[in-house]
C-alpha cells in the first residue's frame, strides 16, 4: 500500500482491512481489526519501554493508552489518507470516528498477516514514533484530571458519572456516559463503559477550562 510504502502480496487482504461491517456483514475487517489491535498494542508497547528507560509503569501505560486510543488512531487514519479508502454503512459523525479507527487497526492487522510481525513493526514505529517523543510527560488519565480539576475548583466536590443505554448491535454496541460538574455535563461514547466514561471526562474538562 503506497501509503505506509508496503505493498502487499495478498491484496485481498487490504481490501478486507478496508471493508466496515456495515458495508459487507460478513466479509469485513472485525478479524484483521482484532490482531491489528494486538499487534499495535505490543509494538508501542515495546517502543515507549525502550524509550523511556526507568520511567514506572503507571507513567507507561497512561503513554501507552493515548497512543493506542481511538482518537489517535483515527487521527492517524485521517493524517496517511487511509479514510478515503474505507468502504462503510451510513455513520454519524461520532461513530465515523470508531470506523477510522478500527480500519487502521485492520489495516495494520493485515500487514502483520501478510508480512509477519518484523514488517509490521517497522511501519508502526515510523509511524507512531514521532508523537510518542513528542510527550515529554506521561499525559493525566482525562477522568483523574477532570477530578482534579473540580475538586480545585468546586471546594472538593466530585464529577458524577451517568451510564446511558447502549447502542448498536449486540456484538458490537457503542456505549454512552454522561458526565456533570460545575454545572456543566458532556456525553461520551465508546466500544466500553471504561472509554466511553474516558472520552466524556476529556470533553467536560475540555468545556470547563475555557
Same mark, same amino acid.
Given at each position: 500500500m503506497q501509503i505506509l510504502n508496503y505493498v502487499f502480496t495478498d491484496k485481498n487482504l487490504l481490501t478486507l482491512a478496508l471493508t466496515q461491517s456495515g458495508a459487507d456483514a460478513v466479509n469485513n475487517n472485525e478479524r484483521l481489526e482484532f490482531i491489528g489491535d494486538r499487534v499495535l498494542g505490543l509494538v508501542v508497547a515495546e517502543m515507549l519501554f525502550n524509550m523511556f528507560p526507568g520511567?514506572?509503569?503507571? @507513567?507507561?501505560?497512561?503513554?501507552?493508552? *493515548?497512543?493506542?486510543? #481511538?482518537?489517535?488512531? =483515527? !487521527? *492517524?487514519?485521517?493524517?496517511?489518507?487511509? #479514510? &478515503?479508502?474505507?468502504?462503510?454503512?451510513? *455513520? #454519524?459523525?461520532g461513530r465515523l470516528q470508531h470506523v477510522w479507527a478500527d480500519a487502521m487497526e485492520a489495516v495494520l492487522g493485515a500487514i502483520f498477516v501478510d508480512g509477519g510481525f518484523d514488517t509490521a513493526r517497522e511501519i508502526i514505529t515510523a509511524l507512531w514514533y514521532e508523537m510518542a517523543s513528542e510527550m515529554l510527560?506521561?499525559?493525566? @488519565?482525562? &477522568?483523574? =484530571?477532570? !477530578?482534579?480539576? /473540580? !475538586?480545585?475548583? @468546586? @471546594?472538593?466536590?466530585?464529577?458524577?458519572?451517568?451510564?446511558?443505554?447502549? $447502542?448498536?448491535?449486540?456484538? $458490537?454496541? #457503542?456505549?454512552? /456516559?454522561? /458526565?456533570?460538574? *460545575?454545572? &456543566?455535563?458532556?456525553i461520551g461514547t465508546g466500544t466500553s463503559k471504561k472509554s466511553a466514561s474516558i472520552s466524556a471526562a476529556d470533553t467536560l474538562l475540555k468545556i470547563l477550562a475555557i
Open positions: 520511567e514506572a509503569e503507571g @507513567d507507561l501505560a497512561r503513554r501507552h493508552a *493515548m497512543l493506542v486510543s #481511538t482518537e489517535t488512531l =483515527a !487521527q *492517524m487514519a485521517s493524517k496517511i489518507g487511509l #479514510t &478515503k479508502h474505507i468502504r462503510h454503512g451510513h *455513520m #454519524t459523525g510527560s506521561a499525559p493525566k @488519565d482525562p &477522568k483523574t =484530571a477532570l !477530578q482534579e480539576f /473540580v !475538586q480545585k475548583h @468546586d @471546594d472538593g466536590a466530585l464529577p458524577v458519572y451517568e451510564y446511558l443505554e447502549a $447502542n448498536g448491535a449486540s456484538h $458490537n454496541p #457503542t456505549f454512552s /456516559v454522561r /458526565v456533570s460538574a *460545575m454545572g &456543566k455535563s458532556a
